[in-house]
């Protein structure tokens, strides 16, 4: 499993001449450093001065993004797993025997079903690193602002997660013959990208007022 390695076993991995993992794993990663950034930046608040200075409503926000981050950090390092499993059960797809005409149609459903398998995760991993968005905006709205800038790299990390689970879904759309299906799903992606840049300038902004 990818979240055991050691992180230069992980960069190593990643840098050789095997095809997973890749972008797909990494983009989860980010997603995943993303979350425990914020993480660390509402374990950085809760009990602190500026924390008692909150108000009712806005100490349940941080209470409550720092159980959804701390959880979120440990999702995003299942789907960096997942994203993987799902590339090499696609290959295995394409090593399939081909000789007689049914063995050839067995093994064209069985790569199409392969690809979007392998839609399924990047698109759960772009669809959930937008809303990581939500946790951001109460971290640097109430968290400690001596890490606000935490804050703000977690937000660079979701829209870099958001954008490399798109590029990963994009690349399998474009070997599925389901044109239904892959039109609906670009429409989303377009939406989760627009949508994402907005919450992450919004939130940059109020990052850089406090720099």
């Known amino acids: 499993m990818l979240d055991t390695k ?20 990494v983009a989860a990663l980010c997603a995943s450093l993303s979350s425990a ?5 509402f374990n950085l608040t809760v009990g602190k001065k500026a924390y008692e200075a909150l108000n009712d409503e806005e100490k349940a926000l941080v209470n409550k993004y720092l ?15 997942e994203d993987t499993k799902a590339f090499n059960e696609l290959m295995a797809a394409f090593k399939m025997p081909k000789d007689t005409d049914e063995e050839k149609a067995a093994r ?26 939500e946790g951001i905006l109460v971290c640097v709205k109430y968290g400690n602002k001596n890490a606000i800038s935490d804050g703000g790299v977690a937000a660079l990390l979701a829209q870099s997660a958001i ?5 990963n879904v994009k690349i399998n759309l474009s070997s599925i013959k389901d044109e239904a299906y892959t039109e609906e799903i670009r429409s989303e992606l377009k939406k989760l990208s627009e949508d994402g840049m907005k919450k992450q300038k919004e939130i940059l902004a109020i990052v850089n007022q406090h720099m």
């Open 6 to 25: 050691t992180v230069r076993e992980f960069i190593g991995e990643l840098g050789s001449n095997s095809p997973a993992p890749g972008g797909g794993s």
């Open 37 to 41: 950034l914020s993480s660390m930046v």
């Open 67 to 81: 159980e959804v981050s701390g959880r979120e950090k440990d999702e995003f390092l299942d789907l960096m797993n």
């Open 108 to 133: 064209s459903s069985k790569i199409q079903l392969g690809y979007k398998a392998a839609t399924q995760v990047p698109l759960k991993v772009a669809r959930r690193s937008y809303e990581i968005y």
């Open 163 to 167: 954008e490399g689970a798109i590029l």
